[in-house]
């Protein structure tokens, strides 16, 4: 199994400009997350999903927009990027069922919005 | 809201040291995560605490937690450099049996020093 993987590793935008994250796991995990990740900062819940067709939002949701069209995607759009949303993004999946559950988090793509 | 207070955010201690990492949080919760971060990394699940009293070991790391405090400690024992990186630890937002997404301390950043 890849775990869960994104793409890009790295962007640059300009401000005002769009672009999509995208995020796969091949776990069969029902759960899946979008946190941020500013430098010296812990991580923030951007969005999350609790299955295909079902999105909420997290602690920050401003300026992004998700869909779950399939169990194992899960992109994140930013639209009108501005310098406030450069960061790290972290995708995450989980599963929730009877057993014990944790969060698995992909290698993360780093954005810099000028 | 749920907070999640880390103390201290910044460690620096000799090799062969002891010394515990402190994490409160300010709601009712009973799962809470440590995870480690290497820089420029994603991050490493190094335990769940899933109860009142769950205690859990990992080489010279031992997690606990007390959730009438609402308090779990990492505890380091006789530390070695390899164990230098940023430990964050999270408390789950879940509510009714459903998994909300993470709530996350600002990590301690922790340098052991030969």
């Known amino acids: 199994n890849a775990g869960v993987t994104q793409t890009p590793k790295f962007r640059i935008l300009k401000i005002g400009q769009s672009m999509t994250l995208q995020c796969t796991q091949d776990?069969?995990?029902?759960?899946m997350y979008w946190y941020r990740q500013d430098p010296g900062m812990g991580l923030k819940l951007i969005y999350y999903?609790?299955?295909?067709?079902?999105?909420d939002k997290g602690e920050v949701p401003n300026g992004y927009n998700v869909s779950r069209s399939t169990t194992e995607d899960f992109p994140l759009r930013l639209e009108l990027a501005a310098p406030s949303q450069t960061s790290v993004y972290f995708c995450?999946?989980?599963?929730?069922?009877?057993?014990?559950?944790?969060?698995?988090f992909g290698p993360g793509t780093r954005l810099t919005v000028t | 809201e749920l907070k999640v207070e880390q103390n201290p955010l910044f460690l620096s201690m000799q090799e062969g040291k002891n010394y515990t990492i402190y994490c409160n949080y300010s709601?009712?919760?009973?799962?809470l995560y440590w995870y480690r971060q290497d820089p420029g990394k994603s991050l490493e699940s190094l335990f769940v605490?899933?109860?009142?009293?769950a205690v859990k070991q990992e080489g010279r790391l031992m997690a606990s937690l007390d959730t009438k405090a609402r308090l779990s400690t990492l505890h380091i024992t006789a530390a070695v450099h390899d164990l230098s990186a940023t430990y964050f630890c999270?408390?789950?937002?879940?509510?009714?049996?459903?998994?909300?997404?993470?709530?996350f301390g600002k990590g301690t950043h922790l340098i052991i020093q030969p």
């Open positions: 995450a999946s989980s599963y929730l069922g009877w057993e014990v559950y944790e969060q698995y």
């Open positions: 776990m069969n995990h029902n759960y």
């Open positions: 999903s609790v299955g295909a067709g079902i999105t």
């Open positions: 709601t009712t919760s009973d799962r």
């Open positions: 605490l899933l109860s009142n009293g």
């Open positions: 999270a408390v789950d937002m879940y509510s009714g049996g459903g998994a909300d997404g993470l709530t």
